[in-house]
């Protein structure tokens, strides 16, 4: 029998294009000689990595599928996802466009530059709260493997805070996934300062932070679901397509400085600078799907559609089927993403 290959799995947030995750989880759970030892998550990549910990808690390989398409079935607001393909003749290109331009989101969009959401009093509610809430706090808190990171903002110093075992609850994961511009701050209390602070997303300082999975007891290699796309060949003209790029850079900023270290410390180590064993090695793998993700937009990130949700499902799940082909024999030896190159 062969010997499993160990993964640790670092989430991306980026909205509701998280289901493009799910899509990689579900492909990743139905290898039987993968094992997922450590997640790392931000925003819908916190969701992602809770629904999966809690499901694999409770029921194996099995659980986690379930859980995962029972959280993107209250997203999408549908009980089945497979009821919608019948738009998929139109294109998640088109749809987008037509979600982006729609009056609705182009109010909102506008309203949100000029109304704080604390202006809406008794009125507020984040409506990610009734999904979180129903997470099973024991499963997720387990000190079993997976090991589970959530990353936020913390507003007042810009850090980052990680929160990991009984650390991690609903309020935990509404701080990672809390965009200001929609969300109030959420705020409670923080051990490692001694009082109580307030959190944004954690795509600001970490999408998602890699640091967490370096531990010696985790596997070397590192597989990131990446759904803010790198490049866009494309330049952006209307003011959405300007924001979008920018919080695509913003969001992917934090991981390639991250990137970007374990490149130096990787060629200090291959020219014996840095004296074997004094850093850890670490094997860097990606998942991503950079075409379609630029026929989306911010509009398809922050109001979900049944549609683009299961596109985003079923192309994450041939994303990951790709990988595995091209690079399966890579884990547990080497990177399959050439960071000199990304970097040079």
């Known amino acids: 029998m062969a010997q499993k290959k160990k993964i640790n799995l670092a989430l ?20 039987e000689d993968l094992e997922i030892c450590g997640i790392s998550g931000t925003s819908a990549g916190a969701l992602n990595g809770a629904a999966l910990k809690a499901g694999m808690v409770e029921n194996g390989r099995a659980g986690a599928q379930k859980n995962l398409a029972w959280l993107w079935g209250k997203v999408a607001g549908v009980n089945d996802l497979r009821l919608t393909h019948w738009m998929a003749p139109f294109g998640v290109g088109a749809i987008s466009q037509a979600m982006e331009f729609a009056m609705p989101f182009t109010m909102t969009d506008v309203v949100s530059q000029f109304v704080s959401p604390y202006s809406y009093g008794p009125f507020y509610r984040n409506p990610l709260q009734d999904i979180v809430e129903r997470f099973d706090y024991d499963r997720v808190c387990d000190s079993v493997a997976p090991l589970l990171f959530i990353g936020a903002t913390r507003v007042r110093n810009g850090k980052i805070k990680v929160f990991s075992g009984n650390e991690i609850s609903p309020q935990a994961i509404l701080a990672s996934a809390c965009l200001p511009t929609m969300f109030k701050a959420v705020e409670l209390e923080d051990p490692s300062t001694g009082r109580k602070e307030a959190f944004w997303d954690g795509g600001y300082t970490g999408n998602p932070a890699l640091f967490p999975l370096f531990d010696a007891e985790l596997p070397d290699d590192i597989v990131i679901v990446n759904i803010n796309p790198l490049e866009r060949d494309q330049i952006p003209q209307t003011p959405q397509q300007i ?58 990130k922050l109001v979900p559609n049944a549609a683009v949700i299961a596109t985003l499902h079923d192309a994450g799940y041939g994303a990951a089927d790709r990988f595995l082909a091209k690079h399966r024999a890579d884990i547990g030896v080497k990177s399959s993403v050439d960071l000199p190159d990304m970097f040079g």
């Open 12 to 31: 991306q947030g980026g909205g509701a294009h998280g289901a493009f995750t799910w899509g990689v989880l579900e492909r990743l759970l139905e290898d």
């Open 243 to 300: 924001q979008n790029r920018v919080n695509e850079i913003s969001f992917n900023s934090s991981l390639l400085r991250e990137l970007r270290a374990i490149e130096f410390v990787q060629r200090l180590l291959e020219d014996g600078t840095m004296p074997s064993g004094g850093m850890a090695r670490v094997n860097v793998h990606m998942i991503a799907d950079d075409d379609l993700m630029a026929k989306l937009s911010v509009a398809t």
